[in-house]
């Protein structure tokens, strides 16, 4: 089968490696970040942040298995490959499953951020309303495609990584003997943890769809490593300052631990400085939101064979609806543990599946 792919030649769609880097960094520290470490410490209590260096393993050994995959067929994504392991019918029928994936995960972030605006700031506007409104610049930057979103990554970055100076200030106000005993709670209770911290690691599966649009593919592996363990260590420091800062009693009641402390930062011209963090964290979620979004309309697009304008027509309508269909906190975390469990898989197993596959059905990407 010969294919070929011009779109990864492109310069408009195109991306290098340290855009790739970014990109794969800054997905997965959407809105997890915010309140992950609660549900860790649910499970691990003080030795969450052992279960936070555990679950860095899943990533890299998902994108290990997804570079195997991936350098077996060259230039093709996973929609590509699909096609070629599944044939044409039944691989439209894979790519409408994972892209309907990411539409779910572009969704969950999307729904959750809006979920904390509406607690947090603005507690009488529908929810359809603060939907509408980040649902703007989340279409737009799907819109414009993948390399402004490479693009916005780095500047997302640069725009939130100054945040993390700020655990400054709860780490004078927290108790360092809230880490100890290490290891107490046992290796099943971190382990349990660690899957729980699944769910803010997601995004590293994207590279599946990523791929082809990668200029140099040589940079794929040691860039999207690079960016895996440096978002667990973001999640780390995040994790041990959070443990230090609350007891258990308290953290089990805090939906949202990360805000809480952003509360303590005192700046003398603002009064509430977790506003300003709320505020400023929308590139963020416009950055996670909107790369999924991306990867979804790829995958319908290639099924149904039309522009992606037309898939936007119809995802807008359908996110909008469905945001409106979940009432409360426990329905939401209902979903945000379906999205884990699937997520989970997809980044563990899914890239070494198709590997797997690959090599039985004696499968390898062909170009001319």
């Not at 490696?17 to 549900?39: A, E, K, N, S």
């Not at 990554?153 to 108790?175: C, K, R, S």
């Not at 209902?334 to 059905?361: E, T």
């Amino acid at each position: 089968m010969e294919r070929t792919m011009k779109n990864s030649l492109d310069p408009h769609k195109s991306i290098d490696g340290v855009q790739l880097l970014f990109l794969l960094h800054t997905v997965p520290i959407g809105v997890g970040i915010l309140g992950m470490v609660r549900f860790v410490a649910d499970k691990s209590q003080h030795d969450a942040s052992l279960s936070v260096l555990l679950a860095g393993l899943y990533p890299q050994l998902g994108i290990f298995f997804m570079w195997l995959l991936l350098r077996r067929f060259k230039h093709f994504g996973v929609y590509d490959i699909h096609e070629i392991l599944f044939g044409r019918a039944l691989g439209a029928v894979m790519n409408v499953l994972f892209a309907s994936y990411c539409f779910y995960a572009f969704f969950m972030i999307l729904r959750t951020f809006v979920e904390l605006v509406n607690t947090w700031m603005f507690p009488m506007t529908p929810i359809w309303v603060l939907t509408s409104l980040f649902l703007i610049p989340t279409v737009y930057a799907s819109i414009c495609g993948l390399r402004l979103l490479g693009r916005f990554a780095i500047m997302v970055f640069f725009l939130t990584a100054w945040l993390i100076v700020l655990v400054v200030f709860p780490v004078q106000e927290g108790i360092f003997s809230h880490l100890y005993p290490i290891g107490a709670t046992g290796a099943p209770a971190i382990f349990q943890g660690s899957l729980l911290t699944a769910l803010s690691l997601l995004g590293t599966e994207l590279l599946l769809v990523v791929y082809p649009y990668v200029t140099h593919k040589n940079d794929v592996l040691s860039a999207a490593s690079i960016a895996s363990w440096s978002t667990v260590l973001v999640y780390l420091v995040v994790t041990v300052v959070t443990i230090m800062f609350f007891s258990q009693e308290q953290l089990a009641k805090t939906i949202w631990p990360m805000l809480t402390m952003f509360k303590h930062v005192q700046v003398p011209f603002l009064e509430r400085f977790e506003t300003l963090v709320i505020a400023l964290w929308v590139v963020q979620v416009v950055n996670s939101s909107g790369t999924y979004l991306w990867a979804a309309v790829e995958g319908f697009g290639k099924v149904i064979g039309r522009r992606s304008s037309f898939m936007y027509v119809l995802l807008i309508p359908l996110t909008l609806y469905l945001s409106s269909q979940i009432v409360g906190r426990t329905e939401m975390n209902k979903y945000l543990n379906l999205l884990s469990q699937i997520g989970f898989y997809l980044l563990l197993g899914y890239g070494l599946f198709l590997w797997i596959l690959s090599v039985i059905l004696r499968k390898k990407g062909e170009t001319k």
